[in-house]
């Protein structure tokens, strides 16, 4: 029995050898790249200026290249009409997500079809993805939107807001 159990336990040996003779290691390389973060720079609100309280179901649309159109045009009594313009602070080369959301505090109007411009492309909707890639880390974004009356403007000071999220795709 002695002699079975050496016998034994000489193979067993002889093979935890024999595999360990056909192990191999290698170190390898793990490489991870953090994303600057992205930050938005407002320049410019979207500015619609002066409207004539009448403003029933007439539209208004500014583009990013501030160009006006709609049947609510004529009712512009004046001040400043302008896309809005912010700076997108991003990791270089990345592509990026633009959302926009719906008007929050607005009396008398909804906003609605953002389009964007986003570093000197063209013009696109918002919520469409991706937007193109820039090779430079800081970029201007030109937001415009249609404003719709909904009956229930009155004289004065209608600001409201939006919020715009970008993120890498």
Do not use: R, W
């Amino acid at each position: 029995m002695k002699k079975f159990l050496a016998i034994l336990g000489s193979a067993l040996m002889g093979t935890m050898l024999a595999t360990s003779s056909y192990a191999a290691t290698e170190p390898v390389v793990a490489q991870v790249t953090f994303a600057d973060p992205i930050a938005i720079t407002p320049v410019n609100a979207l500015q619609y200026g002066v409207i004539d309280h009448i403003l029933n179901l007439e539209v208004i649309t500014i583009d990013p290249d501030s160009g006006l159109t709609g049947d609510g045009v004529p009712l512009i009594l004046g001040g400043t009409q302008a896309a809005a313009n912010l700076t997108i602070d991003a990791e270089a080369s990345q592509v990026l997500s633009i959302q926009v959301g719906t008007i929050v505090d607005g009396t008398g109007y909804a906003l609605s079809a953002f389009t964007c411009q986003y570093n000197g492309g063209s013009n696109t909707a918002c919520q469409a993805a991706p937007h193109t890639p820039t090779a430079v880390a800081s970029a201007t974004l030109f937001i415009g939107a249609t404003l719709t009356g909904d009956n229930a403007a009155v004289p004065g000071p209608a600001d409201g807001s939006f919020i715009v999220t970008v993120t890498y795709q």
